[in-house]
DNA sequence: CATATTTTTGCAACAGAGTTGCATTTTATT
DNA sequence: AATAAAATGCAACTCTGTTGCAAAAATATG
């Protein structure tokens, strides 16, 4: 994981890369989604935040760093939306977070599982395919 | 397809095995998700009733035939949620529905490819898997 | 068919999630 | 240190979904 000093390294380099301004805001967002080991939410940053942040600064934060290519969505049948940071080389509009995502119905924990690959999937002739995205839901080796 | 009154009968065919009573708020939506090519979600339904029924009548019917399996969730990466109706043998709390959800990027149309089936993904040591997802995105057929 | 019972509906009120405009503050540039 | 550019916080708003309850509709019973 490396030092707490090197994190803040890390992520201010990051954010540098993708040509953001280093704020307090993004950079204590960054920290968190780092120290996670699963997928957040909004609602889990306000309250990890201690409520330090407006708001609308985390939804804007959460929108600039899906934009910048720094964390991806994760789908979900519910109306939250979930989000991790990406691993791969992505950049502004253009993710290649080729992975499977699992929810663990146990913890209730939304991972990335980026060592398990995405089989090929034939359509029907006529479907052009872009993007697949897999969520596995059952239980966590953590829960098992 | 069949005649309008052979849908009507059907219908209330399908809503009197899963004992439900047969409204008029129970029938218009499902003739809609029938006629539908496509998922709906709560937005269509409203739009396309012209808003003769109340909103809370629309949610509590949507999750009434989620609870008896006659309508399916599918995941989005955004707060809308999408139902499709069942065509296995679903039932109350004992959903089917395996099988692959394409989101065409051009018309915006969400469809169940029936006939596509999902392949095996092999999880890493201690995962129990209880069910998969797929959502794959491209254009569709029509669009092409 | 008439009546009683059960279920569904519509309304009002509310809670939560997400968005927008704008003034103030912070960060980056010179 | 001064200036320009970008991000933040606040207020106000919209949109989505939920709950309690009385009225209406559907089903069950004789
Ligand atoms: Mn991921
Ligand atoms: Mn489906
Ligand atoms: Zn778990
Ligand atoms: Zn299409």
Known sequence: MG???????RITALLKDSKLSVTETRV???????KS???LEHSDIETQTGQSFDRVTVYRTLQTFLDKGIIHKIPTTDTSVRYAVCKS?????????HHVHFKCESCGNTTCLDE???PEISLPKGYAMHNVEVVVSGVCKTCK
Chains 1, 2 share one sequence.
């Open 3 to 9: 030092t707490k000093q090197q994190i803040t390294e």
């Open 28 to 34: 204590k967002i960054l920290e968190l989604f780092m």
């Open 37 to 39: 080991n699963g997928a």
């Open 89 to 97: 080389e992505c950049t502004e509009h253009d993710h290649h977070d």
């Open 116 to 118: 398990t690959n995405i």
